[in-house]
């Protein structure tokens, strides 16, 4: 009996030892850690809401006029821009960067996705109006978004290349009289194209708490305000009225309307 005891603990104990074995060898999944070396992250959404405006207008459709609280007649006859490089900043300071996402805004559209992001409490929203570097030297049809790109009315020339891509297309009419008393028949046309790497516009905005919480959707309500891109520009020399030509994004009338451009967005 003494015998049969000793076998039967020997083979038990053998097998105990194979599975151990196969367990400790057996390759396991390999789980990727989500930025912050974290996983199974609870996420939501982020989401843009942007709404176009000329002064405190928002802006129903192309070609109606409206009066600025001072007075002046502004009219929109195009009113698009890329923003790329999102960033959102949590309450403890640290960074959730959706830098892949370009969205282009058009005036008939006023909800954009930005991406899924981490939930928690958030403090302030960061981007770019344009394209980086990179972007703004590709052929559409070398991007797997391309669509967003396929657009010959945010190019300069026939083709996107070699001048790279309109960042900010902004054209329509406007009163250009000194003290803002000409009547809509005398309002004159403006064009503005700002692009080039030299013009890729930082916009942060104001600190404004909000959070996103598990499969939730969470919007940044944003105004553009058009009129802003006159200030400091001198509206009856005729020649302030355009910037259309990659030429032209070098001269001081083009650097005076893209340090206006992070003054167009403001909170709803």
Request: charged share 15%; proline share 5%; with cysteine.
């Amino acid at each position: 009996m003494t015998t049969i005891k000793t076998k039967s603990g020997l083979i038990f104990s053998m097998m105990l030892i194979v599975l151990f074995c196969m367990s400790a060898c057996h390759p396991k999944k390999n789980v990727e850690p989500e930025p912050d070396g974290k996983t199974n992250i609870p996420m939501g959404t982020f989401m843009f809401h942007l709404h176009t405006y000329i002064d405190d207008n928002e802006v129903d459709a192309y070609n109606i006029v409206y009066t600025t609280t001072d007075g002046r007649k502004i009219s929109l006859s195009t009113a698009q821009l890329y923003i790329s490089e999102i960033q959102l900043v949590k309450a403890d300071n640290s960074i959730v960067d959706i830098s892949k996402k370009i969205i282009l805004k058009v005036l008939e559209t006023e909800t954009y996705l930005a991406g899924d992001v981490p939930v928690g409490n958030y403090k302030n929203i960061r981007f770019k109006v344009g394209l980086n570097p990179t972007t703004n030297a590709l052929y559409p049809p070398t991007r797997s978004d391309s669509v967003i790109l396929s657009k010959p009315e945010m190019w300069f020339g026939a083709t996107s290349q070699p001048d790279g891509y309109v960042f900010l297309n902004v054209q329509g009419k406007i009163d250009t009289t000194f003290d803002a008393s000409g009547a809509i028949a005398q309002m004159q046309p403006f064009s503005y194209k700002i692009g080039t790497n030299a013009n890729y516009k930082q916009v942060i905005m104001p600190n404004k708490n909000f959070t996103v919480e598990e499969g939730q959707v969470a919007f940044g309500h944003i105004m553009i305000d058009y009129s802003k891109l006159f200030n400091g520009v001198t509206l009856n020399q005729s020649t302030n009225l355009f910037v259309t030509t990659t030429a032209d994004n070098a001269t001081p009338l083009a650097k005076t309307i893209v340090n206006n451009i992070p003054s167009l967005f403001i909170f709803e």
